[in-house]
């Protein structure tokens, strides 16, 4: 028994993934297996840290805090093995904020930006919002897993892409990028002056046998942007931070930043990712062990009785990118089969793209009876089909 098995009820806490079922899935009692947080409670010193912190009582503005500084740079020393530079370190409430700021802080409209599709669907939206034109480098799909195609890469670059936008690990395909691999676009981006933007929210993420790179001990000119918010289910808090070493770069970001009126840290947001990051270690191992056994669960059940879905290699992140292509359903009525016959609520593969056609993302970050309920749902409705 994990403390994990027992999760959170989360039913009527305006909670995203539960009570809004029936707006998003048209049906109150799909299993909610689709937007990207978890059904676990935070770590227990963060619990503790925000109900002291409430029962002090005031509530004013708040000024910095050295101590977030070091949280944040202590953690990535210790789990990304970087230094990243105390004055490097900004806040801001969302990485998706700090993605749009950064990309409009690096290009002018009209720019194209790179994105490695299926990606997030955000990112789209990023380099749209600064007047930038997305310059697609869809992963190559092979049989040793999803790959950066390099080639493709180096042709945007010196068509005159400005920036990339990386995702990694990547949400959706579940890829860790290697060192290798890194190097490689850093190497490219170089050489033809394109800024890297990466997105790794998903950083800490891990599964066993997988280590993230942080980009910022590849390229220490890249911009990164990190989170406690999904490695410990605190997301509705608000905050995340913004990592660049490069005092140009930071202060095209700063400077877009204020210029947007985005500003002012959130008190709890704060103080809940510094202590996450303080005092949370042996809650994110043994959550990702516990995360790492759903996964081989749902390798095991789909390989053996319904052998047509095939999910990608799970590295990094909880969300699983599962090929239902031999299903031979149209989107839209892969979209509705998995609703109305399975009953299960997971993010619809268009959200990436359209390089998403023909797949669905499932969210193995909740007791695993719900993954092992989905995959029985499963299995009887594909058979009946
Ligand atoms: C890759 C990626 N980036 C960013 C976000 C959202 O980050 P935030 O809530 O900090 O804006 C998500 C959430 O699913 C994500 O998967």
């Given amino acids: 028994m994990s403390q994990f098995d027992e999760g959170v009820r989360r039913e009527g806490s305006a909670c995203l993934k539960w009570d809004e079922r ?23 010193p963060v619990l503790k840290a925000l109900e002291a912190r409430v029962r002090h009582g005031a509530f004013g503005y708040s000024g910095s805090d050295p101590r977030d ?54 990112f789209y939206g990023a380099v749209e919002a600064a007047g ?15 790959m950066m195609d390099f080639s493709d890469l ?16 990547h949400n959706p395909v579940g890829r860790v990028w290697t060192r290798a691999e890194l190097e490689r676009v850093s190497a490219l981006a170089r050489h033809w002056g394109a800024v890297i933007i990466v997105d790794e929210i998903h950083a800490d993420l891990e599964m066993p046998g997988f280590k993230n790179t942080s980009i910022l001990s590849v390229d ?3 911009m990164a942007f990190v989170s406690a918010t999904k490695t410990f289910n605190l997301a509705a808090l608000r905050h995340s931070s913004a990592l660049i070493p490069n005092p140009d770069r930071r202060k095209a970001f700063q400077d877009e930043f204020n210029r947007r009126g985005i500003g002012g840290t959130n008190l709890f947001g704060a103080l809940a990712q510094r202590t996450a990051y303080n005092e949370g270690e042996p809650w994110l191992d043994e959550l990702l062990g516990y995360l790492d056994g759903t996964r081989r669960f749902v390798e095991g059940f789909l390989a053996q009785r319904l052998p047509m879905i095939r999910p990608s290699r799970l ?50 970050a909740t007791p695993r009876r719900y993954v092992e309920q989905a995959m029985e749902q499963l299995e009887k409705a594909v058979k009946a089909l």
């Fill in 22 to 44: 029936k707006a998003v899935f048209g049906r109150g009692d799909v299993i909610p297996l689709w937007v990207a947080d978890m059904d676990f409670a935070a770590p227990e």
């Fill in 69 to 122: 500084v070091d949280a944040v740079v202590g953690w990535m020393k210790r789990r990304h093995g970087v230094d990243v530079p105390r004055d490097a370190v900004l806040f801001s409430p969302g990485v998706v904020d700090s993605l749009r700021v950064a990309v409009a802080a690096v290009t002018k409209p009209g720019d194209s930006v790179v994105v490695q599709t299926p990606v997030y669907g955000p």
């Fill in 132 to 146: 930038c034109v997305v310059r697609r480098n869809p992963l190559l799909n092979t049989p040793d897993g999803w």
């Fill in 154 to 169: 180096e042709a945007a670059f010196r068509e005159g892409a400005r920036a990339i936008l990386l995702c990694s690990p």
């Fill in 220 to 222: 220490p000119d890249a």
């Fill in 315 to 364: 590295m990094g992140t909880y969300l699983m990118w599962l090929d239902m292509r031999a299903l031979k359903l149209g989107q839209d009525e892969l979209c509705r089969f998995l609703i109305e016959k399975a009953g299960l609520g997971m993010t619809n593969g268009a959200f990436f793209g359209p390089e998403g056609t023909g797949f669905m993302r499932l969210n193995i």
